[in-house]
């Protein structure tokens, strides 16, 4: 039976002065019952290395509008996609729809779909908690990770307060201001790009996806993704060979330099982090920076 969901019009992409991307759909996805999902494709469809970008709440693919150029003129291949319910994908009405499964097998499909190889994970925030889960079960297709603030999730060490309190605060805030929030999380954000994140969302009605994302963050046990949490910790810590690049925004209060150190301890061969003192959550409004040194530490 196909899910009810809602599309934002296009024109409410139109005159981004900072995305400058064409928009790319796939509504095939197996299991996905002909939902159109979004995604970025830049760059030679041949090139050595995929940079595969993974936004989180209540962000999309525009997060990475300062990390794609500098990919894209290494000769790399970006692609980043709008989980659904974010950005230009399709949004489902009914927030249970929305399960950690859900989010996470359509990337796996859409990687399936694209077969891409040789994937440079880019990932924070949902896109690490759901992206660090993907090697482990898809074995040959990535080769190093760029991971900004975001975590493994077991559901073994007790949430934080400031995640608790976000949490309910998303719960209780069902038409939430995403533009407001985003001026708030970084320092300097132009009104513009802070209307670019609104974008997506015309009315409440299109926000169940940011409704649901906090609700469904593993921090039990027996919560859905929580076993993938606890296989994602073994790869990485004892199968995972290839680079690793970390950046840390200092200034995050629920994923910050705390949560990022016990991090690197479970990263087979992490190096030394990036550390930016003026970046909060949303690491990637540095982005320039952090692509950069990536590309550097990469070689």
């Given at each position: 039976m196909p899910i009810a969901c809602l599309r934002t019009p296009d024109e409410?992409?139109?005159?981004?002065?900072?995305?400058?991307?064409?928009?790319?759909?796939?509504?095939?996805?197996?299991?996905?019952?002909?939902?159109?999902?979004?995604?970025?494709?830049?760059g030679p469809r041949d090139a050595e290395h995929v940079f595969l970008?993974?936004?989180?709440?209540?962000?999309?693919?525009?997060?990475?509008?300062?990390?794609?150029?500098?990919?894209?003129?290494a000769g790399h291949r970006v692609v980043a996609?709008?989980?659904?319910?974010?950005?230009?994908?399709?949004?489902?009405?009914?927030?249970?729809?929305?399960?950690?499964?859900?989010?996470?097998?359509v990337i796996m499909r859409l990687i399936e779909g694209l077969d891409l190889q040789r994937v440079t994970l880019v990932c924070q925030d949902w896109g690490g908690l759901v992206g660090l889960t993907l090697?482990?079960?898809?074995?040959?297709?990535?080769a190093r990770l760029l991971v900004m603030n975001t975590a493994i999730a077991t559901g073994e060490m007790p949430p934080s307060r400031?995640?608790?309190?976000?949490?309910?605060?998303?719960?209780?805030?069902?038409?939430?201001d995403v533009a407001g929030l985003m001026s708030r999380a970084v320092d300097g954000l132009a009104e513009a790009d802070a209307a670019a994140y609104d974008a997506p969302f015309p009315d409440a009605r299109y926000k169940a996806g940011v409704r649901t994302f906090p609700a469904i963050v593993p921090i039990t046990p027996e919560m859905e993704g929580a076993d993938l949490g606890k296989r994602a910790g073994a790869?990485?810590?004892?199968?995972?060979?290839?680079?690793?690049?970390?950046?840390?925004?200092?200034?995050?209060?629920?994923?910050?330099?705390?949560?990022?150190?016990?991090?690197?301890?479970?990263?087979?061969?992490?190096?030394?982090?990036?550390?930016?003192?003026?970046?909060?959550?949303?690491?990637?409004?540095?982005g320039e920076v952090v692509a950069r040194a990536a590309l550097e530490a990469f070689g």
């Open positions: 409410r992409f139109e005159n981004l002065a900072a995305w400058p991307y064409e928009p790319h759909y796939r509504d095939d996805l197996p299991g996905y019952d002909g939902l159109r999902l979004h995604y970025v494709d830049e970008c993974l936004h989180g709440e209540p962000s999309w693919a525009y997060l990475y509008r300062k990390m794609i150029p500098v990919f894209v003129e996609p709008d989980f659904f319910g974010f950005g230009r994908s399709d949004k489902p009405v009914d927030d249970d729809v929305y399960t950690f499964a859900f989010h996470r097998k090697p482990m079960d898809m074995p040959g297709r990535f400031g995640f608790i309190e976000w949490r309910d605060y998303v719960a209780n805030s069902p038409d939430f790869f990485w810590s004892t199968d995972w060979e290839g680079p690793i690049f970390m950046a840390v925004g200092e200034k995050d209060p629920v994923l910050g330099p705390k949560v990022m150190k016990m991090m690197r301890m479970v990263l087979r061969g992490c190096p030394e982090p990036l550390m930016l003192p003026n970046a909060g959550h949303f690491v990637q409004e540095e």
